[in-house]
């Protein structure tokens, strides 16, 4: 437990340095180098004259590409100084509900960001992401891609510890009813019985296809923009040889939610929304598909919470949390296959050219043939009995 709050001291320092002493420098165009920049900086316990006394082990902080990250932060909407209130002025929680990676995860006072430890592969990885990453953001501001809003290092005790700041998908002021983590693929994709043992548990695409098998229904637009985002996304995923990743669906039941409120009969339930001056995510699902939802922002959206609003097969009222993730996993299952490949005297390139485009068409198939569907239109009765009757006239 003591690391951890060192470790959640340290993180906070290191961004609290970082920003600040960015926020002194002029803004100006990213360039190339801007991507391969690491700036270190250590932190005796004493304090230095660049650096505050603290109670932990002294430490070194790195920040990979700090201008790059600063860029990448504008273009999302926020703020240096938003950034660090979020991240630095409250202490971090920590989620116990730790990925399948092994990461630690820990979320901001105020819901908005993510802090994950990666491995070092990861982080490397990430660094070389970070030119095509910048081309595509650029051309594509809506994405539902992880948004990556910085990548630090700390260094203690001769240990390397790297993170990296996201956005939160999952708000923690909406209850979310089931959560899945899907593919595209279906095997060996059946949540665990570990993992059905868990408060809050992650199901996969089988179990998807056993509780939801009608799909989740989306209205015409909304689908035609989630459908339209996956695919350029996976456009961008393919070109970087990546496979693996799933789309994150979390689902908010709007009227069981109401249900479960008039059960609990206005008991201490109804003080689990957070204040309302909470409310500014800054990049909600919502926004990610639609370029829309921040700038005419209707009393409508603030109500769905950021949350795509959908229907189940029964009717009832949903919102939608997505994203993809694990984009940076990936290449561990790249490598090993090509190393497969080439043993076998195999020409190693095809099959890493291939397989992600296999990957990627599977994966937006699932997405927009089976887990998303178009709310049907219901025929006007007037319209089928005119129709009906109309005898077309032959010229």
């Not at 989306?218 to 996304?233: E, F, G, H």
């Not at 009222?317 to 190393?339: A, M, P, W």
Request: proline share 5%; charged share 25%; aromatic share 10%.
């Amino acid at each position: 437990q003591t690391t951890s709050s060192a470790l959640k001291g340290a993180i906070q320092l290191g961004i609290t340095h970082t920003v600040g002493s960015l926020s002194t420098k002029p803004e100006r165009d990213v360039l190339m180098q801007d991507f391969y920049v690491v700036e270190s900086i250590f932190f005796p316990s004493e304090g230095s004259n660049l650096t505050p006394a603290h109670h932990y082990n002294d430490f070194r902080f790195k920040t990979y590409a700090p201008v790059a990250f600063r860029y990448f932060r504008e273009l999302f909407g926020i703020r240096p100084d938003d950034y660090l209130y979020s991240l630095c002025s409250e202490p971090l929680i920590e989620l116990s509900n730790s990925g399948a990676s092994g990461s630690l995860f820990y979320v901001s006072s105020d819901d908005e960001f993510i802090i994950k430890t990666v491995q070092h592969k990861e982080a490397e990885f990430l660094q070389k992401l970070l030119p095509g990453y910048y081309m595509n953001l650029n051309q594509n501001p809506r994405t539902l891609l992880p948004k990556f809003y910085g990548l630090y290092c700390v260094q203690a005790g001769g240990k390397n510890i790297r993170i990296v700041v996201m956005n939160n998908l999952l708000p923690r002021s909406v209850k979310m009813h089931l959560k899945y983590d899907l593919k595209g693929s279906t095997y060996k994709r059946r949540a665990s019985q570990k993992e059905r043992e868990k408060v809050f548990p992650t199901y996969k695409d089988l179990d998807f296809m056993q509780d939801i098998p009608d799909g989740l229904f989306l209205d015409s637009d909304m689908y035609n923009a989630l459908c339209k985002t996956l695919q350029r996304d996976c456009l961008v995923l393919q070109s970087f040889k990546i496979m693996d990743y799933s789309l994150l669906v979390a689902i908010h039941n709007i009227d069981l939610a109401q249900r479960e409120h008039a059960m609990a009969d206005g008991t201490s339930q109804t003080d689990m929304r957070r204040p309302a001056a909470q409310k500014a995510l800054y990049s909600t699902a919502m926004e990610s598909i639609q370029g829309e939802a921040r700038r005419g922002g209707t009393i409508e959206t603030d109500d769905q919470m950021g949350g795509i609003p959908a229907r189940n097969a029964k009717g009832e009222r949903l919102l939608l949390y997505i994203g993809i993730i694990d984009v940076l996993q990936s290449y561990r299952f790249v490598k090993k296959l090509e190393h497969s490949w080439k043993a076998l005297v195999h020409d190693g390139d095809t099959v890493s050219v291939h397989r992600p485009s296999f990957y990627a068409e599977r994966f937006q198939r699932f997405m927009c043939n089976t887990a998303f569907k178009k709310i049907p239109l219901k025929p006007s009765p007037s319209k089928k009995s005119r129709s009906g009757t109309v005898v077309p006239r032959r010229s």
